[in-house]
């Protein structure tokens, strides 16, 4: 019983710090310490670092024995490597999408985007994020592939904070969703050279967002 009380205590702790270092409420260089973490919620030491553990292995955490945990910084070797995974995983994942799609799935796809045209007229760019989560994640389940999601997952953290700075740009909410409209009507119409080209395009961008981070958030890069 004890263990799994530990283990449901790391999960909550480790959830909680994921969230908030991807979102970036706690920000790049942030300095962390087991004592203060365990005090906040409410748990002894033990669970807080099974967490950092975790958060260290996704490389959202330094972890220095004898010195503070700090979040780490931006590092362009490990965004260039997440980049190459996650374009060749989702570029297959569309060649077989294309072959079972149909207008029940796409209609799957058309609400989602509805959704998100909706909280950027609110203003809601948390919302944002999570139905451009939502969308991709619908085209690896829709096609038959959710397992390929989890892997591609690892890749896609790393870069996911950059995501959420990149939405500090007033027209780069609208940008993503211009390219999410994009490929589901390729994929609607069943162009599957479209639909290639238009997630290749999509993906893409992170080159524009990298370049404006370093301009205004150079601290922030190892």
Excluded at 46 to 53: C, I, K, L, M
Excluded at 157 to 175: F, I, P, T, Y
Aim: glycine content about 4%.
């Amino acid at each position: 019983m004890e263990d799994i009380v530990r283990r449901t205590t790391t999960d909550a702790v480790y959830e909680a710090l994921h969230d908030e270092i991807v979102s970036l409420e706690i920000l790049p260089g942030t300095k962390l310490s087991e004592t203060e973490v365990a005090g906040r919620f409410g748990v002894s030491r033990q669970p807080v670092r099974n967490a950092f553990t975790r958060l260290g292995n996704e490389d959202l955490l330094v972890i220095r024995p004898q010195k503070a945990t700090v979040v780490r910084g931006f590092s362009m070797e490990r965004v260039a490597l997440a980049r190459l995974v996650r374009m060749a995983v989702e570029l297959e994942i569309i060649h077989r999408a294309m072959e079972v799609w149909d207008a029940t799935r796409a209609a799957k796809l058309a609400e989602n985007l509805a959704l998100q045209e909706q909280t950027i007229s609110d203003g809601d760019l948390s919302a944002f994020h999570a139905l451009d989560y939502d969308f991709h994640k619908l085209i690896y389940v829709l096609s038959g592939n959710p397992m390929a999601f989890e892997v591609m997952l690892e890749s896609k953290q790393k870069v996911d904070r950059l995501c959420m700075l990149s939405l500090e740009k007033g027209s780069a909410a609208e940008s993503i969703l211009a390219d999410h409209r994009e490929i589901a009507e390729a994929m609607a119409a069943g162009d599957n050279e479209q639909a290639q080209v238009s997630v290749r395009k999509h993906l893409s961008r992170l080159d524009e967002t990298i370049d404006f981070i370093h301009k205004t958030h150079p601290g922030y890069f190892e």
